[in-house]
C-alpha cells in the first residue's frame, strides 16, 4: 500500500493512500491544494456572484481543471476531488466547477459530434458558461411530472412553460432543458433540448439565496428551437436526466466533505487557541467528545464518497445507489459537522459573513439539490434486494 502523501489538510492524507486511489490521483490533489493556495485571492474576491462565478471558471479553465469536458476520460474519483479541494477552498468556486461539469455531461454522453464541436471546446475552456436544467415548481425531485411543453413546428420546436431554481441561470451561454414532448404525463413523453441563452423568447427571472450564487428561474414564451436542438433522441429526456443526476449525487457529497473538513479545521484551530477555564477549549471533555463525532462522520463520508468513485470508475452497474448513499450520508454528517463547529465557535460563529457563518449557509442546500436526502432514502430502499440471505444465516 502506497504512504499517505503529504497533501495539506484539505485531503485526508491516509485515505488517499488506501488502493481506492492510483498514483494519478495523489498526484492530482497535490496539485489541486497548490492551484487552490494560489488562486485564493480568485476563489475567494468580493463581487456579484454572477461576476465572481464567471472570473472563477475562466480561471478554472485556464487552470487546465475542465479540459477533461471536451473529450477527457470519465474519472469521477478525480472528480469527487476536485469538488472537495474546491470547496474547502471556497464555495463558489466548487458551484462553478460543478455546474460546468454537470451541464457539459449531457454533452459529452449524448450529443452529436456537431454539438460537442459546438459547445465543448468552449465549456472545456471556461469561456462559454453551462447549466443544466431539469426542475420545475412542480416538479423537482419529481422529474416524471415535468410540464414545460416542447411542442414540434414545421421548423423545429417551440417550447413554452417555465424551470426553477436552475444553477447559473443569467450567467450560462446554453441550457440543456428537459421538456415534455409526448402526451400526457410520465417519463416516456420527455426530451433534452440546447437552448442558447439569447434565444427569442427565454427570459431568466433571478432568485436571490441564503448562499449568494447566480440561480433563478426560466420562463419560456414561444421558444423557437431548430430541430438540431434536440439533444439525444426524442423521448430519451428522462433517462438522460436520471444519468446525469445519478452520476453527480456523489460529487455533492465530495462538496460537503470539503465544506465540513474546512469547518472541522477551524473550529480545531479555534479550540486550541481559546482560553478556557484554565487550560485551551479543546481541553474539556465535552469539546474532545465533539470533535470525535466530527471525526467519525469525516471518515465515514470520505469512504463512502471514494467507494461510490471507484464503484463508477470500474464500470459497476449499482453506481447509482453507491451515489446515493454517498450524497445521502456526506451531506446530512456536513450540516452537523458545521452546525458542531459553529458550536465551538459560540458567538462569533454568527457573525455575519465570518467564515463560520457562510459555511453554515452553503452547507444547508446540499441536502436538497440533485435530489433531496428524502428521495436518496427513497432510492436506497428501491435497490435493496428482497430475496438476499441475511448476514449470518446460511
Known amino acids: 500500500m502506497p504512504s499517505p502523501t503529504t497533501v495539506p489538510s484539505t485531503f485526508d492524507t491516509h485515505l488517499l493512500a488506501l488502493p481506492l486511489y492510483e498514483d494519478h490521483h495523489r498526484e492530482l490533489a497535490q496539485r489541486l491544494v497548490t492551484w487552490c493556495a494560489?488562486?485564493?485571492?480568485?476563489?475567494?474576491?468580493?463581487?456579484?456572484?454572477?461576476?465572481?462565478?464567471?472570473?472563477?471558471?475562466?480561471?478554472?479553465?485556464?487552470?487546465?481543471?475542465?479540459?477533461?469536458?471536451?473529450?477527457?476520460?470519465?474519472?469521477?474519483?478525480?472528480l469527487c476531488l476536485a469538488r472537495e479541494a474546491l470547496a474547502y477552498a471556497d464555495d463558489l468556486a466548487d458551484y462553478a466547477f460543478s455546474i460546468q461539469a454537470l451541464s457539459a455531461t449531457p454533452l459529452r454522453r449524448f450529443g452529436t459530434d456537431e454539438q460537442r464541436r459546438r459547445y465543448l471546446p468552449g465549456l472545456a475552456a471556461g469561456t462559454l458558461c453551462g447549466a443544466f436544467a431539469v426542475s420545475e415548481e412542480g416538479a423537482g425531485s419529481d422529474v416524471a411530472a415535468i410540464g414545460l411543453a416542447a411542442r414540434e413546428t414545421a421548423s423545429g420546436w417551440l417550447l413554452n412553460g417555465a424551470k426553477a431554481?436552475?444553477?447559473n441561470a443569467g450567467i450560462a451561454d446554453v441550457y440543456t432543458v428537459i421538456a415534455r414532448t409526448g402526451p400526457g404525463p410520465g417519463a416516456f413523453g420527455l426530451s433534452a433540448f440546447l437552448v442558447p441563452s439569447d434565444t427569442p423568447g427565454l427570459r431568466v427571472e433571478p432568485v436571490p439565496m441564503i448562499a449568494p450564487r447566480a440561480l433563478g428561474h426560466l420562463v419560456f414564451d414561444?421558444?423557437?428551437?431548430?430541430?438540431?436542438?434536440?439533444?439525444?433522441?426524442?423521448?430519451?429526456?428522462?433517462?438522460?436526466?436520471?444519468?446525469?443526476?445519478?452520476?453527480?449525487?456523489?460529487?455533492?457529497?465530495?462538496?460537503?466533505?470539503?465544506?465540513?473538513?474546512?469547518?472541522?479545521?477551524?473550529?480545531?484551530?479555534?479550540?486550541?487557541?481559546?482560553?478556557?477555564?484554565?487550560?485551551?477549549?479543546?481541553?474539556?471533555p465535552t469539546v474532545r467528545a465533539a470533535?470525535?463525532?466530527?471525526?467519525?462522520?469525516?471518515?465515514?463520508?470520505?469512504?463512502?464518497?471514494?467507494r461510490s468513485a471507484w464503484e463508477i470508475d470500474r464500470g459497476s452497474?449499482?453506481?447509482?445507489?453507491?451515489?446515493?448513499?454517498?450524497?445521502?450520508?456526506?451531506?446530512?454528517?456536513?450540516?452537523?459537522?458545521?452546525?458542531?463547529?459553529?458550536?465551538?465557535?459560540?458567538?462569533?460563529?454568527?457573525?455575519?459573513?465570518?467564515?463560520?457563518?457562510?459555511?453554515?449557509?452553503?452547507?444547508?442546500?446540499?441536502?436538497?439539490?440533485?435530489?433531496?436526502?428524502?428521495?436518496?432514502?427513497?432510492?436506497?430502499?428501491?435497490?435493496?434486494?428482497?430475496?438476499?440471505?441475511?448476514?449470518?444465516e446460511s
Not at 50 to 73: E, Q, S, Y
Not at 291 to 306: N, R, S
Not at 342 to 362: K, M
Open 317 to 392: 452497474p449499482r453506481y447509482a445507489r453507491h451515489s446515493s448513499v454517498a450524497k445521502l450520508y456526506a451531506t446530512e454528517a456536513a450540516q452537523q459537522i458545521v452546525d458542531s463547529a459553529v458550536q465551538v465557535f459560540g458567538a462569533a460563529g454568527l457573525v455575519h459573513d465570518s467564515l463560520l457563518e457562510r459555511l453554515y449557509r452553503q452547507i444547508r442546500s446540499l441536502r436538497i439539490y440533485e435530489g433531496s436526502s428524502e428521495v436518496q432514502r427513497a432510492i436506497i430502499a428501491a435497490a435493496i434486494d428482497p430475496d438476499r440471505t441475511p448476514r449470518g
Open 222 to 284: 414561444d421558444c423557437a428551437l431548430p430541430p438540431e436542438a434536440l439533444l439525444g433522441a426524442r423521448g430519451g429526456g428522462y433517462p438522460i436526466a436520471m444519468e446525469v443526476l445519478g452520476r453527480f449525487r456523489m460529487t455533492v457529497g465530495a462538496a460537503a466533505l470539503g465544506f465540513a473538513r474546512r469547518a472541522a479545521d477551524a473550529a480545531l484551530a479555534r479550540s486550541r487557541e481559546r482560553p478556557m477555564q484554565g487550560g485551551k477549549l479543546f481541553d474539556l
Open 38 to 78: 494560489e488562486q485564493r485571492e480568485v476563489l475567494a474576491g468580493a463581487g456579484r456572484p454572477d461576476a465572481v462565478g464567471r472570473r472563477i471558471l475562466r480561471a478554472l479553465g485556464d487552470g487546465g481543471w475542465l479540459a477533461f469536458l471536451d473529450g477527457g476520460p470519465d474519472d469521477y474519483r478525480a
Open 291 to 306: 470533535f470525535a463525532e466530527m471525526e467519525v462522520k469525516l471518515d465515514a463520508a470520505a469512504l463512502l464518497v471514494a
Open 165 to 167: 431554481w436552475i444553477a
